[in-house]
């Protein structure tokens, strides 16, 4: 029975789509294989942003915050 891929760490997807990112940015790829990097890109973004809102999620369950709670900028005292 095939194993389902296993998805790969945050990590390792934002490597991946940075790299694609340079590949496309560059133009000299053929327009299907512009097209299938395009595809693995979005498929990376959607693993990160899971990640991203998995990990929102964690802090503020740590935090004792309310999942509903209202979200607020970032302010940096810098």
């Given at each position: 029975m095939?194993?389902?891929?296993q998805?790969?760490?945050?990590?390792?997807a934002?490597?991946?789509?940075e790299?694609?990112?340079?590949t496309?940015e560059?133009?000299?790829?053929?327009l299907e294989d512009?097209?299938?990097s395009?595809?693995?890109g979005i498929?990376?973004?959607?693993?990160?942003q899971?990640a991203l809102?998995e990990?929102?999620?964690?802090?503020?369950?740590?935090?004792?915050?309310?999942?509903?709670a209202?979200?607020?900028?970032?302010?940096?005292?810098?």
């Amino acid at each position: 029975m095939p194993r389902k891929k296993q998805a790969p760490a945050f990590e390792e997807a934002l490597k991946e789509l940075e790299s694609l990112v340079e590949t496309l940015e560059q133009g000299d790829q053929p327009l299907e294989d512009s097209l299938k990097s395009y595809e693995r890109g979005i498929e990376l973004t959607r693993i990160c942003q899971q990640a991203l809102d998995e990990a929102e999620q964690k802090i503020r369950l740590l935090s004792g915050e309310s999942t509903e709670a209202e979200l607020e900028p970032f302010k940096d005292d810098a």
